[in-house]
């Protein structure tokens, strides 16, 4: 049982570059979410999924894309990178809100 | 929409001791879900412990337990025995039923706790 599977670790682009963060989860969680650490700031949520097929924005979804194909996979899209866009990605599931959320280890990705 | 407020930004204390991490929170949900995770050094996020707001009954687990109180929107974490093991960011962190939120996370900004030996 791999829980929440985050590709690549560690990811440096060039500003305008684009490229996708992939996350798999075994556990046949209906509920995913992707969000970003900074400084001070916790941690924050950009889109989210409710099941296959439905997706929707959260707190900073600007610059960011998600699909939801199948139950497994949930995939976030940088469009078009930006400095600004430099953080520690998390991507999460769970079963439903009483169990709290199994976590990736993490993508830090670089925009220079 | 809910916010949640974690003021200490570090802290620290003694091997063996006790600490309280503050968190508190604002929601106008009856019904909804509380959490304190642990970010160590390694970045994984580990979920520490759980709290269903309907439960008057504080959440408990080893040297871990909470203050509920509900009615102050306040959930705060107590660490006993504290290990250096513990050194890590602790976040609070709220969700309301799936039904309304879809489950998703708030977080606080985090508190920096230090083990010292």
């Known amino acids: 049982n791999a829980g929440v599977t985050q590709t690549p670790k560690f990811q440096v682009l060039k500003t305008g570059q684009s490229m996708t963060l992939q996350c798999a989860q075994d556990?046949?969680?209906?509920?995913m979410s992707w969000y970003r650490q900074d400084p001070g700031m916790g941690l924050r949520l950009i889109h989210y999924s409710v099941g296959a097929g439905i997706t929707d924005q959260g707190e900073v979804p600007n610059g960011y894309n998600v699909s939801r194909s199948t139950t497994e996979d949930f995939p976030l899209r940088l469009l078009s990178a930006a400095p600004s866009q430099t953080s520690v990605y998390f991507c999460a599931s769970t079963r439903n809100s009483n169990y709290g959320y199994t976590f990736g280890s993490g993508t830090r990705l670089t925009v220079v | 929409a809910q916010t949640v407020t974690q003021s200490q930004p570090e802290m620290s204390v003694q091997e063996a001791e006790t600490v309280t991490l503050s968190c508190t929170y604002d929601?106008?949900?009856?019904?909804?879900?509380l959490f304190w995770y642990k970010q160590p050094p390694s970045r994984q996020m580990i979920l520490v412990i759980r709290q269903e707001a309907y439960k008057q009954q504080n959440a408990t687990e080893n040297r871990f337990s909470v203050n509920f109180q509900k009615a102050a929107k306040s959930f705060s974490l107590k660490i006993s025995d504290s290990q250096l093991g513990d050194t890590a960011m602790y976040f609070c962190?709220?969700?309301?039923?799936?039904?309304?939120?879809?489950?998703?996370?708030?977080f606080g900004e985090g508190t920096q706790l230090t083990v010292n030996p």
């Open positions: 962190a709220f969700a309301a039923p799936e039904e309304t939120s879809g489950s998703r996370l708030t």
């Open positions: 556990m046949n969680h209906e509920y």
């Open positions: 929601t106008s949900e009856n019904n909804y879900y």
